[in-house]
């Protein structure tokens, strides 16, 4: 088996968890277009949602039974949320020499300021942020009534995302592997 054809353990985060909250329905749509990438590797998908894991219950494990990171996240007071940080705070080696991208949501900056607050914070952390990224503006309309987003650029970002991923997540594992063999 070639190293593109091994299936890429990506987390899917879901950094809200707030009562009515909107991540849910944004982490499903980008996991299952995930699992339905047409290109290799292919992805294995783990959601975490950080409501039912919070910091202290699998969250630092399942990071780091991860090749590759998706955080999706809220925009609140042009940052990201508490929670999430939290999280991150009580992690540290899990996110070493990772990719991690964003998918971001809001209303007029479509979570973006979220983002930009993440990336010096998965910088301190070894992580690789990437720059791709989705973002949805006004995120509660841009999704119809079944989760999926009203807007065809939503998958066309998202596949670029997830290229980006594939290519990044095995050329990172090797480079651990090889500090990790001494090499």
Avoid at 57 to 72: C, H
Avoid at 118 to 130: D, I, N, Q, S, T
Avoid at 140 to 154: I, L, T
């Amino acid at each position: 088996m070639t190293e593109t054809d091994q299936t890429v353990p990506l987390a899917v985060v879901i950094g809200s968890v707030r009562a009515g909250r909107f991540g849910p329905v944004v982490a499903q749509w980008f996991a299952e277009r995930a699992r339905r990438r047409a290109g290799r590797p292919p992805f294995s998908v783990d959601v975490v949602d950080l409501l039912e894991t919070g910091p202290d219950t699998g969250f630092a494990e399942r990071i780091d039974a991860a090749d590759a990171v998706v955080i999706v996240t809220p925009e609140y007071n042009h940052s990201f949320p508490g929670p999430l940080k939290t999280a991150l705070d009580a992690t540290g080696g899990e996110w070493r020499a990772k990719p991690v991208g964003f998918v971001a949501y809001g209303g007029l900056s479509g979570g973006l300021r979220a983002v930009e607050q993440l990336r010096p914070v998965l910088a301190e952390l070894h992580a690789v942020g990437l720059r791709d990224t989705v973002s949805f503006h006004g995120a509660s309309g841009a999704f119809d009534g079944a989760g999926r987003p009203r807007e065809d650029a939503a998958d066309a970002a998202a596949t670029v995302l997830l290229d980006a991923l594939a290519w990044w997540a095995p050329t990172l594992r090797r480079a651990r592997d090889e500090q990790a063999a001494g090499v």
